[in-house]
């Protein structure tokens, strides 16, 4: 999946708030991967780009509750985004689809 960062669909960015615009990050990539009948235990890699790499271990620790069990490889990277990106993160995700059981 492709970059997607704290917009509420129809609304945009509602917050400059790192850790609130990761949570709807977060519902944003589920959203998408339950339209593929997939989940976060599906995920193997994931990259994080943060605005401000100060920013990495807040993010972190609210990105790791949203993975139960065994973490995705991940790379953390510092962007500046452009000028007219408001959000203070981004995440890219790499699913594959495991066989039902």
Known sequence: MSGKSGFIP???IVTQ???LQL???MRNLLDDLEEADMDFPDVVLSEVYVRDIKDAE???S???TFFK???PARTTLQNSFDQK???GEQISLIAVRQPKR
């Open 17 to 19: 708030d790192v850790e």
């Open 69 to 71: 069990g065994a973490f």
């Open 10 to 12: 129809g609304q945009g």
């Open 58 to 60: 807040r993010v972190q």
């Open 62 to 64: 609210l990105y790791g």
């Open 85 to 87: 990106t408001a959000t």
């Open 23 to 25: 949570r709807q990050t």
